[in-house]
Every structure is written in C-alpha cells, then in structure tokens.
C-alpha cells in the first residue's frame, strides 16, 4: 500500500512538473489594470480615492468663526485645488488655489483683517457645538470631487 501511495504521488508530482514546464515560456505572475487605467476606470464611475490628508484647525469664539483647512500628499503636484467647510452655520467654499508641491492652505474666518489678507469670509455664528465634529474640511480637485477630508472639535475661547 505505500509503495502504491508512492507511485500515486510520483504520478501527480511528475504531471505537475509537466504542466508547469509546459507554461514555462508565459508569464506566471498575475496582473491587474495599470495605474493609470485603474484611476481613469475609478473616475469614469464616480469614485476617487481619498489619497491626500487634511489638517483641520479650528477656534470659534463669541464674536469669531476661524478655520484653516491645510491639505498635504495632493495630486497633482502644483493643481489646482479649493477647500470646502460645514459646520453648523453652514457651508462656505474657497476660491481656487493652485498648490505649492502637493500642498495646498486654505483659510476661513470671520474677521475683517484676515479676510483682507484672503481669508474666506464665514459668518462669526458659522462654528457652534454640535454632535459629531463641529466642523468637516474637504479638498476637492479641478473637477470638484473629495480628495481629502477631516473632521474636527473645534477650541472654544
């Protein structure tokens, strides 16, 4: 019986390597789509991966509403990028901005002297407590869609 076990297994072991010397001119490993197709097929259906970051700073006060929405790791280097915040007073958008490498800043705030300096005007009422985050930061691309996205508790002064 073992030596029949034996002659079994020498079977398949000698059918395998057959098989595999048969294939030995293709390629063995498995590939998908390129990059490239894979992100021209996610966009074609909607879907853009969230590949940069955000860090969300933000202070309410009794008489002021400020945020900055700092986005990092962006693509394209050197796109063009705008920052969206909402918060319980709403939600505003910023004007366009091209990034420096793959970064890119963005500030919101109700106060006249940094809106001079190109601050997004919000309303001071814009930031209130509320349940979840109390405010959400997003970086959206050239055609408008989420690449980044963070939610934070702001300080209260």
């Given at each position: 019986m073992k030596k029949?076990?034996?002659?079994?297994?020498?079977?398949?072991?000698?059918?395998?390597?057959?098989?595999?010397?048969?294939?030995?001119?293709?390629?063995?490993?498995?590939?998908?789509?390129?990059?490239?197709?894979?992100?021209?097929?996610?966009?074609?259906?909607?879907?853009?991966?969230?590949?940069?970051?955000?860090?969300?700073?933000?202070?309410?006060?009794?008489?002021?509403?400020?945020?900055?929405?700092?986005?990092?790791?962006?693509?394209?280097?050197?796109?063009?990028?705008?920052?969206?915040?909402?918060?319980?007073?709403?939600?505003a958008t910023s004007g366009t901005r091209r990034a420096v490498g793959d970064e890119v800043e963005f500030d919101f705030d109700s106060n006249r002297n940094d809106i001079r300096e190109g601050a997004t005007r919000i309303p001071a009422s814009f930031i209130a407590a509320r349940s979840g985050p109390d405010v959400v930061g997003e970086i959206l691309n050239a055609q408008g869609q989420v690449v980044a996205s963070q939610g934070a508790d702001c300080e209260s002064r």
């Open positions: 029949l076990h034996s002659m079994v297994g020498g079977s398949m072991l000698a059918g395998t390597v057959g098989v595999l010397a048969a294939c030995a001119g293709e390629s063995s490993t498995v590939s998908g789509p390129s990059e490239a197709t894979a992100q021209a097929t996610a966009q074609a259906i909607g879907v853009v991966p969230l590949a940069g970051s955000v860090r969300l700073r933000c202070e309410r006060r009794s008489n002021r509403s400020k945020i900055s929405v700092d986005g990092r790791n962006l693509s394209p280097r050197g796109g063009i990028f705008r920052a969206r915040v909402r918060a319980a007073g709403g939600t």
